[in-house]
């Protein structure tokens, strides 16, 4: 039986077992969004914005380890998706968007709402083509199924008005499937990597994402070494709970005892990490990068072997060659400053230490009105979380708070823009995650400014009556922007944010919304918000001169934050 375009891309995503196409309907949209309405397994999620829905899209893609899809209609609507996409690209993970566009007889005519889209998704797809008739299918759409998948980016094809309700001349079955493989380095590799690492003094390990799925091998090879891990923080997820030689995350976000592992050991091994920051690198160091993606080898530092390959099957080829230390004092001086540092850390999100001493003369300076410490709620949020709870957070510092005082034990997961660093996607991403899912916690760590960018969506979250819970850091403030200037020893400019009562707007849209105002109320605010069995908007009014000091300060940070104050006060005063 003859199959239209529109119904060949529904059977597609079934076979592909994808649940959820996320989008905003359209005229060039139509034939095939009315064959998702026909489909026994895949459903339409109508977003209020296209750059939501490839945000949720994305999320899936990263949770459930399968192709996510999203759609945007010609012209603005494929425009809107943009955003969302480059975090799914940077992300490395594998999206496919179908894009409409103009009846293919006007193209190129300027038509109506006409956009090249070919052009406009040159640099963030690793596959676009346009469909131009429907003998294309189903090669066009097996081939961007497989590059998305295989590359792990994205795919874009581009859908005419007029061809989706066309029948395919001919049908055959799709052929969709893919055979993956544990990729090793040669012995040779191995061999000269173990070299290295056998000849060298302290050793400690930068851990990243691409390293989840071998968790005990690199475990096992931390405990050969007697070396500290630092953890990237998209390794929170897969390497915090319950590890005796993760010693937290370096960077602008991390904390002393990670920059103090890095700097005093001989050599480096980066297993499964791109992390970006150059600064953060010590010099001098032998380096071993173990990476599957052969171009992130020495992108960022000077590596002294590289080997491109999966990590799993690369350190136990590592563990069969280096020899085991005795020698552990690398490892116990790193983890007794990280110890020490969690400690001082726990005395601020502490509920009463405003009322305490050095609490008192701290709220003196940074403080006045008394608002919840932003450290507080981060914490109060990680004891009553459960287990096995999805996070997103937003771009900022709610990403500091959360990086700091939120644990991802058991089977936690953790989604952000981490290599975009965009603003906006903890809601839309909460939403593709609720949907994998209903009965699993999701908890946004939204950031005012970035719940505001997207608000329409939270009726997207009403319609589909997803039970999330949106905690808003409400500092009424763009707060890295405000740091980042102060450190620069620039006024604070342009970051205040004239919010409205985001619980009552939550009310207002048939959400329950929960604010909190003073510190004494924090724990009960949280407690009703993780009870209610509905989606929640948790606003927490929070302290906007909360500093997150750096893993390693400069005195040049330092004067530039006094200077910033000067003049925010000669400001203030007039």
């Known amino acids: 039986m003859a199959r239209t375009v529109g119904r ?22 139509n034939p095939l969004t009315d064959a998702i309405r026909t489909s026994e397994s895949v459903s339409w999620v ?23 899809v999203c759609m945007g209609t010609v012209g603005p609507g494929a425009v809107h998706l943009l955003n969302g996409l480059y975090d799914a690209a940077k992300s490395g993970t594998p999206v496919l968007a179908i894009a409409g566009q103009v009846p293919l007889a006007e193209v190129g005519t300027d038509y109506f709402q006409e956009v090249d889209n070919d052009l406009l998704f040159k640099d963030v797809a ?16 097996e081939v961007a199924v497989r590059t998305a998948i295989g590359r792990r980016g994205v795919a874009v094809l581009t859908v005419p008005g007029d061809i989706g309700d066309k029948e395919l001349p001919a049908d055959r079955p799709l052929r969709l499937s893919l055979v993956g493989s544990g990729n090793r380095p ?29 968790r005990a091998d690199v475990l096992a090879l931390a405990e050969r070494l007697g070396a500290p891990m630092v953890l990237t923080l998209k390794a929170k997820e897969g390497f915090e709970g319950d590890n005796p030689y993760q010693v937290g995350q370096t960077g602008l976000i991390g904390n002393p005892a990670a920059a103090w592992a890095m700097d005093h050991a001989e050599t480096l091994v980066l297993l499964g990490t791109d992390f970006p920051y150059r600064d953060w690198y010590p010099e ?37 060659r280096v020899g085991a230390r005795k020698e552990r004092e690398h490892l116990e001086s790193a983890r007794k400053k990280f110890l020490k540092w969690q400690e001082g850390q726990a005395k601020l999100a502490e509920p009463g230490h405003d009322r305490g001493l050095v609490g008192r003369m701290r709220s003196a300076f940074d403080n006045r009105d008394h608002l919840v410490r932003p450290e507080a709620l981060a914490a109060a949020i990680d004891r009553v979380a459960a287990d096995d709870a999805v996070f997103t957070s937003d771009t900022g510092m709610a990403t500091v708070w959360l990086s700091r005082f939120v644990e991802m034990r058991g089977s936690r997961r953790l989604l952000g823009s981490y290599n975009l660093g965009s603003m906006a996607n903890a809601m839309p991403q909460s939403i593709g995650a609720q949907l994998l899912d209903r009965d699993r916690q999701v908890v946004a760590f939204c950031g005012d400014g970035g719940l505001s960018m997207l608000l329409g969506d939270l009726m997207t979250i009403r319609t589909e009556r997803l039970p999330v819970k949106l905690v808003v850091f409400d500092n009424q403030r763009l707060g890295m922007v405000k740091l980042e200037q102060e450190q620069a020893g620039l006024p604070e400019f342009g970051t205040v944010l004239d919010n409205p009562d985001f619980a009552a707007v939550a009310r207002a849209l048939g959400i329950t919304g929960i604010r909190v105002e003073r510190a ?55």
């Open 126 to 141: 690793v596959f676009r083509a346009t469909v131009t008739s429907p003998e294309q299918l189903p090669g066009l759409l």
């Open 186 to 214: 040669d012995d040779p590799a191995l061999d000269e990597a173990a070299r290295l690492i056998n000849a060298s003094g302290d050793v400690t390990l930068l851990v990243g994402r691409g390293a989840r799925e071998s």
């Open 46 to 68: 109508g977003c209020r914005h296209e750059e939501a829905a490839a945000f949720a899209a994305g999320a899936q893609s990263q949770l459930s380890d399968t192709i996510g």
């Open 284 to 320: 001098g160091k032998k380096v071993v990068q173990v990476d599957r993606v052969a171009e992130h080898i020495g992108r960022r530092v000077p590596v002294d072997v590289g080997l491109a390959a999966d990590v799993g099957p690369t350190v136990r080829g590592l563990l069969e």
């Open 520 to 574: 004494e109320d924090l724990a009960e605010g949280v407690r009703r918000a993780f009870e209610e069995p509905g989606p929640v908007v948790l606003d927490v009014l929070t302290n906007p001169e909360e500093v997150a000091v750096p893993a390693k300060p400069t005195v040049q940070q330092g004067w530039g934050f006094a200077i910033a104050k000067v003049r925010e006060n000669l400001d203030s005063s007039g």
């Open 8 to 29: 060949l891309f529904a059977d597609t995503l079934e076979e592909l077992g994808v649940r959820h196409v996320f989008g905003v309907v359209g005229d060039a949209l």
